[in-house]
């Protein structure tokens, strides 16, 4: 049902900003990001979406520019469309948004507020009619939690934007007002691995003819997936590989109800208009893993896809699968695995020796820095005030502590007091229940066939490795699935 804007004002007024938020946190564009709020996608050569205004779906395509410059806490984005359709028609839009960024350490959010500063746009038709934008009034605001592995946001906008129209009538020319009110949400996240930013705009047009209703949902996925690939000669050193797939989709749907239809055009006044926009895959074959000892073991392409990505980075020809999994390998991997910034630090003065944060932990290792990172974003905890553990045993609770903690996900466990369905619930540790509930409800571990979850084992490298596995497929597909398919087929 659409509920017409007017009385939408004042709930909504407080609630404002969508798709901008990838952009605000001035992120590579690497990051998934639908372009402006029109419902549009692109890929490397062309851009496309549907106009309305005319009072019929019409399809325009060309070139979309973005240019961001931030300083000091203040993004400003530009966009440029040059576009035109099948039939003759142009359209050019120049618009600038300006958003004010506010960053809570604390708290580890950030939240934008986003204006807009300048706005060109005209419609220029083949019947000699056009559509020019009289007045763009626009507000959107966000909130994005900065988590170790993920950036989760969302987001919603309120927006108007005044038209005029010109067209002849004989040899006069007359003018006519055409109101737009927009609504809309987006929500997105993005990792290492993959980015995902889901828009949903409601589109409230008035014309003198009446007044239409569209809805416009897109999505921009962007992934990183690896894939095993076989070499098949008998004769060769080694019998396969992984390559990275780095690859970018598109997908917009438009739904329109506009009841008074243009008396040019005989199609239904109900309907649905589809786009879709993929760029071209790009690929990267990693090093080829040559353990002597994982030939026969299960865990073989869990191990191999580690260490081809450099989770692993083993110089021995053994990698010990069933040895234990120690506390400092396993927080390393971890933090590798999502690409966790290590901590930059000021140069240090001559002659001078950094000092570990803990006893058993050596400044001068070349991961180092990693743990370092990990203790500071709060993945990992230490024994003591003085030991880190670094060469303890990895517990399966222990590691599923640092994986929840990196995703952020350990407040999505019931309040306390619950109980977990696995029979041995009462042998997990207290401070790890949450993180084994949210890890076993996001399939990273799995109960044993007598339904015990065995939350003190301790993880060997072998199944260490099958965890990390997926970790990182959560990471590439799952979230994409939430954040894309469910959002759009399933909301």
Do not use: C
């Not at 692109?42 to 410059?69: H, I, N, R, S």
């Not at 708290?107 to 934008?112: L, V, W």
């Not at 019998?239 to 780095?246: D, N």
């Not at 619930?425 to 207290?430: A, R």
Request: hydrophobic content about 35%; aromatic content about 10%; overall charge positive.
């Amino acid at each position: 049902m659409n509920i017409p804007f007017k009385h939408q004002m004042k709930r909504l007024s407080i609630l404002i900003a969508p798709i901008l938020l990838v952009i605000t946190l001035a992120v590579p564009t690497a990051f998934a990001k639908v372009p402006d709020f029109n419902g549009g996608i692109l890929d490397e050569y062309m851009y496309e979406e549907v106009f309305f205004l005319a009072g019929y779906p019409l399809k325009f395509t060309g070139k979309a520019t973005l240019t961001e410059k931030e300083s000091k806490n203040q993004l400003t984005s530009t966009y440029k469309f040059t576009l035109t359709s099948e039939h003759g028609d142009k359209l050019t839009r120049n618009v600038v948004y300006v958003s004010d960024l506010k960053n809570y350490e604390t708290k580890g959010q950030t939240t934008s507020n986003t204006v807009v500063k300048s706005y060109t746009e005209k419609i220029a038709m083949a019947d000699k009619s056009t559509y020019t934008l009289d007045d763009y009034q626009f507000s959107q605001s966000s909130v994005i939690d900065n988590r170790p592995a993920t950036d989760y946001y969302s987001g919603n906008v309120i927006a108007r934007k005044i038209y005029l129209k010109s067209f002849k009538v004989g040899k006069t020319t007359l003018n006519d007002k055409i109101t737009v009110y927009m609504t809309g949400r987006d929500v997105g996240y993005k990792n290492f691995w993959g980015s995902t930013d889901t828009q949903f705009v409601d589109y409230e047009i008035e014309t003198p003819e009446g007044t239409a209703f569209v809805t416009s949902k897109v999505s921009d996925s962007k992934s990183r997936v690896l894939e095993y690939e076989p070499h098949t000669p008998t004769l060769s050193s080694f019998v396969g590989g992984h390559a990275v797939i780095s690859s970018s989709n598109m997908v917009s749907e438009y739904t329109y109800n506009i009841p008074f239809r243009n008396l040019h055009d005989s199609g239904p006044t109900i309907g649905n208009f589809y786009l879709n926009k993929e760029k071209t895959p790009k690929i990267e074959r990693l090093i080829v893993p040559k353990f002597r000892d994982i030939a026969n073991h299960w865990s073989r392409p869990n191990i191999e896809k580690l260490y081809s990505i450099g989770i692993f980075d083993e110089s021995s020809n053994f990698f010990s699968p069933d040895a234990a999994m120690k506390k400092d390998q396993f927080t390393i991997s971890v933090a590798k695995a999502v690409d966790l910034r290590v901590l930059e630090e000021k140069p240090a003065k001559k002659n001078t020796v950094k000092k570990a944060l803990f006893e058993d932990l050596d400044p001068k290792d070349p991961n180092y820095g990693y743990i370092e990172s990990a203790l500071n974003k709060g993945i990992v905890s230490p024994v003591n005030a003085k030991k880190f553990g670094a060469k303890d045993s990895i517990t399966r609770a222990q590691a599923a502590i640092i994986i929840v903690r990196s995703l952020g996900l350990e407040g999505r466990a019931p309040s306390p007091g619950y109980k977990t369905h696995f029979i041995d619930d009462n042998k997990i540790p207290k401070e790890a229940k949450d993180s084994i509930y949210v890890a076993s409800q996001l399939g990273l571990i799995e109960p044993d066939k007598k339904n015990r979850i065995n939350a003190n084992e301790v993880l060997t490298r072998g199944k260490a490795s099958q965890l990390l596995v997926r970790y990182l497929n959560f990471l590439e597909s799952d979230l994409k699935q939430n954040y894309r398919d469910d959002m759009l087929y399933f909301n």
